[in-house]
């Protein structure tokens, strides 16, 4: 005696909610002038939705590459054929609880930095390493800082480390950042290597890529941050 399997039950793949949410991003569409993807800059690809150029239809679509500075820069210069010489400097910070009495002022010299936060905690810093892409803290990094911060105050030597962090600066061979559009390219531009004055510079560098983008030029002073200046040709 034998049975018959049932039918199989067809699977969506599709469910509900993501229906939903493409409705809602096509609505949003309409309502725009341009699309802005932001995707994974390591990679960039795979990292798409599929669907967003069906739905953007003949909009221009602006591609922003996220955690760029965490990407294999060989295999972004490849896919953008350009030349991007930047490199990460490793920098460390510590965070100290000093007991006692706040600090009331910035205090920088003697190879050491102090910046007391609203918090209670100071800052001390930093370091500067040529260490590849290691984010991992170091003991003598922190003993480096410490050395500098008791140099500036004392009292320091009493305080406890609260947190020690590290981060990666882009770097390019001549400290300046790059601003502007890709050599080769009419609607690739850069804006990276601020190095340790990136939170400083973001508003202008913000600022005159936007320019760039949709006016085609910018009266803010990047002629001096201009990619080409590191192709062999200068453009």
Not at 32 to 56: F, Q, Y
Not at 57 to 82: H, Q, S, Y
Not at 141 to 161: D, F, N, T
Request: contains cysteine.
């Amino acid at each position: 005696m034998s049975s018959a399997m049932p039918p199989a039950t067809p699977i969506n793949w599709f469910p509900g909610h993501m229906n939903r949410a493409r409705r809602e991003i096509a609505s949003a569409i309409a309502k725009v002038d341009v699309v802005i993807e932001l995707v994974d800059g390591r990679l960039p690809i795979s990292s798409r939705n599929p669907l967003l150029r069906e739905l953007a239809a003949k909009k221009p679509i602006l591609t922003v590459l996220a955690k760029a500075d965490l990407a294999d820069p060989e295999t972004t210069e490849a896919w953008l054929d350009a030349y991007i010489p930047v490199d990460p400097l490793k920098g460390e910070i510590t965070r100290m609880e000093l007991p006692g009495a706040p600090l009331n002022h910035d205090l920088s010299g003697g190879g050491g930095s102090l910046h007391p936060k609203p918090d209670g905690l100071v800052w001390c810093g930093t370091t500067e390493e040529w260490r590849g892409f290691d984010k991992e803290t170091s003991t003598s990094a922190y003993q480096s800082i410490l050395e500098g911060a008791v140099r500036l105050v004392p009292e320091m030597s009493k305080a406890r480390l609260s947190l020690q962090t590290a981060c990666l600066r882009p770097v390019t061979p001549d400290w300046l950042p790059i601003i502007g559009r890709v050599p080769g390219w009419d609607n690739v531009y850069l804006a990276t290597g601020a190095g340790k004055k990136g939170i400083l510079l973001s508003p202008g560098i913000g600022k005159s890529v936007a320019d760039l983008m949709t006016q085609g030029e910018t009266r803010l002073s990047i002629g001096p941050f201009n990619p080409s200046r590191f192709t062999p040709n200068g453009f």
